[in-house]
């Protein structure tokens, strides 16, 4: 952003920010109420607007538990979807019980992604959908997508993530930066992890956040597991066996991270099209792509998992894949013993 849209930013900023700290100082002094439920809450979510790498984290975790004997089910406001207000159970952990119009485009991923292993309700109270879902599914675990400002619901564990490659943008709060709230509220967190780590994350930034708290530093990297037709649930294609150049397109958080994904897997790219976060997709949006792919070469297309749940209904002439991706950590069984020692801590 630059300095002159900082500048006329600014008086929204102060009000943002005034906002944000009269709300932090009533949950602090309890004028505001938080509500327990019976169930552990484990909270997912980030101090920045844009993608962080949550998702991906979302999915682990709620892999772990589940194949762990854990009855998880994961809460989402679900972002982009008709009748916000509504609860929907996107999906029973044993079958998908309605379409991507109620549920929205992650919920419907993780949906997807999750069958067998999890239910997922989409409610914007919160509160609510957890204390609804801990009783009519009998979960022991429940996993909050986003949580970490929905502060009416009582957490016992709260994992913040933090994109290593853009942290915290210009260090400004919204509108004039990209800070839901400042860096001092990782004080809250009781685990950080840093995503998108390609190597090490700089020591500078682990510095930065070791100010503010002294909860754990993870560190983890998002990798592609397969690379699937559109259209198919399993069935990996693996990556040496597409036609390539290929067209990357998306509509998430971060376009550009996961563009960058696919160059690191070794695919060509010729041309790349970011849409806006949880865009619906039209049939003249994919002819439009198709032209623009074929003019510049590419012989097939590429998306996001979380793409691919809004594209099924549209008609392809190119060739469509998906990249499935997930998440590596630096020190799972840290992460694991935390959420272990919150589950215990509740249950006592």
């Not at 997912?44 to 194949?67: F, M, Y």
Request: aromatic fraction near 4%.
């Amino acid at each position: 952003m630059n300095r002159a849209a900082t500048i006329a930013l600014a008086p929204l900023n102060a009000l943002f920010g005034a906002a944000v700290k009269a709300r932090s100082a009533g949950y602090r002094n309890g004028l505001l109420k938080t509500h327990r439920v019976s169930a552990p809450v484990i909270s997912v979510g980030n101090i920045t607007v844009g993608g962080t790498g949550k998702t991906p984290l979302v999915q682990w975790l709620a892999r772990r538990l589940a194949d762990g004997g854990r009855r998880v089910c994961i809460i989402t406001r679900g972002y982009s979807r008709e009748n916000p207000n509504q609860r929907v159970v996107v999906t029973d952990g044993e079958k998908i019980l309605c379409d991507i119009a109620r549920s929205g485009d992650e919920a419907m991923m993780l949906a997807w992604s999750l069958l067998g292993r999890a239910v997922v309700v989409c409610e914007a109270d919160r509160v609510s959908a957890a204390q609804w879902a801990s009783e009519a599914f009998k979960s022991d675990v429940l996993i909050l997508d986003d949580g970490f400002q929905h502060r009416r619901l009582a957490r016992d564990l709260d994992i913040v993530t933090i994109d290593a490659t853009n942290p915290f943008g210009n260090g400004r709060l919204l509108p004039a930066g990209i800070l839901r709230e400042p860096v001092k509220s990782l004080s809250r967190a009781d685990c950080v992890v840093l995503t998108r780590v390609s190597d090490e994350a700089s020591p500078e930034l682990i510095d930065r956040i070791r100010k503010v708290t002294s909860a754990p530093i993870l560190q983890s990297r998002t990798v592609i597991r397969q690379i699937r037709s559109l259209g198919l649930t399993d069935g990996a294609h693996e990556t040496e066996q597409l036609n390539q150049p290929l067209a990357a397109f998306c509509a998430v958080g971060n376009a550009q991270a996961f563009f960058e994904q696919l160059r690191k897997a070794g695919l060509e790219i010729a041309h790349q099209a970011a849409f806006r976060d949880h865009h619906k997709y039209s049939q003249s949006d994919v002819d439009r792509l198709t032209q623009q792919a074929t003019t510049n070469g590419a012989e097939v297309l590429i998306t996001t998992a979380k793409d691919a749940v809004k594209l099924q209904s549209l008609r392809f002439d190119l060739p469509c894949y998906v990249a499935e991706i997930e998440v590596e950590i630096s020190e799972p069984a840290t992460l694991l013993a935390l959420i272990e020692q919150a589950i215990t801590r509740k249950k006592a």
